[in-house]
T-cell receptor, first 113, second 116 residues
């Protein structure tokens, strides 16, 4: 099992550009999450999904969009990149609910200049 | 409102010292789960432990131990005889049963540096 994979590992964007961060898991988890980690801070939830076709906003959703057409994939889209979106992005998945631990991907380091 | 506080931003110890990382949480739920994750310099997050709110037994796993006290809303993590490989950022996190979504609320993290 590869677990949770994320691509790309690193990316530099110019202000106003768009991009999609890819996330795939092979554990057949229903629940998936996107977090961002800013320097010296804990992770903050951007969006989450409890199953294919179901997504909802987390704590910091502005400037992002998600879709969940399959159980395996949960891409995160940045439409108009801004310097405030410079961060490390982590995708995670779990079996479901508050009881279960989340498995994290390796992260994507994004810089917006 | 739910919140997790890790007041220690950075801790530096010498190898073989014991070290305790503090975690204080706030929640109105009666059923909730607490987690510790480790983030080594390579950057990935590694799950260490989960505790539910009804289980106040302390847990020991090798050199790691956890002390959960509902009376003080704390879930502290102790590393005994620290090693250089323990150097990492450690996060405490809270998940509330009422959300039923598994959303994690993270503390700010404590950076532990273990010097040889």
């Amino acid at each position: 099992n590869a677990g949770v994979t994320q691509t790309p590992k690193f990316r530099i964007l110019k202000i106003g550009q768009s991009m999609t961060l890819q996330c795939t898991q092979d554990m057949n988890h229903n629940y998936m999450y996107w977090y961002r980690q800013d320097p010296g801070m804990g992770l903050k939830l951007i969006y989450y999904s409890v199953g294919a076709g179901i997504t909802d906003k987390g704590e910091v959703p502005n400037g992002y969009n998600v879709s969940r057409s399959t159980t395996e994939d949960f891409p995160l889209r940045l439409e108009l990149a801004a310097p405030s979106q410079t961060s490390v992005y982590f995708c995670a998945s779990s079996w479901g609910g508050s009881l279960h631990e989340q498995f994290f991907g390796p992260g994507t380091r994004l810089t917006v200049l | 409102a739910q919140k997790v506080t890790q007041a220690q931003t950075e801790i530096s110890v010498v190898e073989k010292e014991d070290v305790t990382l503090d975690c204080v949480y706030e929640t109105r739920d009666t059923t909730y789960y607490l987690f510790w994750y480790k983030q080594p310099p390579s950057g990935e997050l590694v799950f260490l432990i989960r505790r539910n709110s009804f289980d106040e037994q302390n847990e020991i796993s090798g050199r790691y131990s956890w002390n959960f006290q509902k009376s003080t809303s704390s879930f502290n993590f102790t590393i005994t005889a620290s090693q250089v490989v323990d150097s990492a950022v450690y996060f405490c996190a809270l998940s509330e049963e009422s959300s039923n979504t598994g959303k994690l609320i993270f503390g700010q993290g404590t950076t532990l540096q273990v010097k040889p």
